[in-house]
């Protein structure tokens, strides 16, 4: 899958990436500011909960956005294991779905945290 390039400027949450477990827009993040941090990309997720879950809701669809909500869906999950359904809309918020299936999403995000 691997994280994507979208718009360039940090707005649709399509490259985000965890800085030191913080989500963050990679394509605005100057390379400077992530020395010495850990840097997590979607492919560090293999074996996460929230995969198996966004297959179950068929969450993924088209694929553009996916990496990036799956790299806040995992922040989020970290700090809060068990978070409702308005924690995961707020973290998923900055995040633009082309295919409109935010409702899945969450669904899957909720699934993963009940595992």
């Given at each position: 899958m691997g994280s994507r390039f979208g718009c360039g400027t940090g707005l649709c949450g399509a490259c985000f990436v965890l800085l030191?477990?913080?989500?963050?827009?990679?394509?605005?993040?100057?390379?400077?500011?992530?020395?010495?941090?850990?840097v997590t990309t979607v492919e560090g997720l293999a074996g996460h909960p929230l995969l198996p879950a966004f297959v179950a809701e068929q969450a993924a669809q088209c694929g553009y956005c996916v990496s990036g909500v799956l790299v806040s869906a995992a922040a989020l999950l970290a700090r809060e294991p068990h978070p409702d359904e308005e924690a995961v809309k707020g973290a998923l918020d900055r995040h633009l779905c082309r295919c409109g299936a935010h409702g899945r999403m969450v669904r899957a995000v909720l699934r993963a945290a009940g595992a």
């Open positions: 030191d477990g913080h989500p963050a827009p990679a394509c605005d993040v100057p390379l400077w500011s992530a020395a010495g941090k850990a």
